[in-house]
């Protein structure tokens, strides 16, 4: 069983960066590819970023790329979103996940979810 919490959200003014955490419960962190997701109002959740369990291979949604980082601590059982420049669309309600087993941009392959973080982007 994995817990997620994550924090770092908050409102920002496009153009400016901010950086989201993501804590782990749990000793087996580090055997897990962790992922960055994102839903909007009155849209999917959809993939941002995902990264695995060693941190050496990573993957971006084509909207971020660029422009976020996904890292990992396993000594902290901690990942990180870095994103910069940010834009009005990128406003969302940001969801880290966990799941053993290879990298993957499908959410529902994901085991562990947490409860999400609030971002806003001002124009």
């Known amino acids: 069983q994995v817990q997620l919490v994550e924090s770092g959200g908050g409102l920002v003014q496009a153009g400016g960066s901010l950086t989201l955490s993501c804590a782990a419960s749990?000793?087996?962190?580090?055997?897990?590819?962790m992922g960055w997701f994102r839903q909007a109002p009155g849209k999917e959740r959809e993939f941002v970023a995902a990264?695995?369990?060693?941190?050496?291979?990573?993957y971006y949604a084509d909207s971020v790329k660029g422009r976020f980082t996904i890292s990992r601590d396993n000594a902290k059982n901690t990942v990180y979103l870095q994103m910069n420049s940010l834009k009005p669309e990128d406003t969302a309600v940001y969801y880290c996940?966990?799941?053993?087993?290879?990298?993957?941009?499908?959410?529902?392959?994901?085991?562990?979810w947490g409860q999400g973080t609030q971002v806003t982007v001002s124009s």
């Open positions: 996940a966990a799941r053993r087993g290879v990298l993957t941009t499908h959410r529902e392959e994901y085991d562990y």
């Open positions: 749990g000793r087996t962190f580090s055997s897990y590819a």
């Open positions: 990264i695995r369990w060693s941190g050496y291979s990573t």
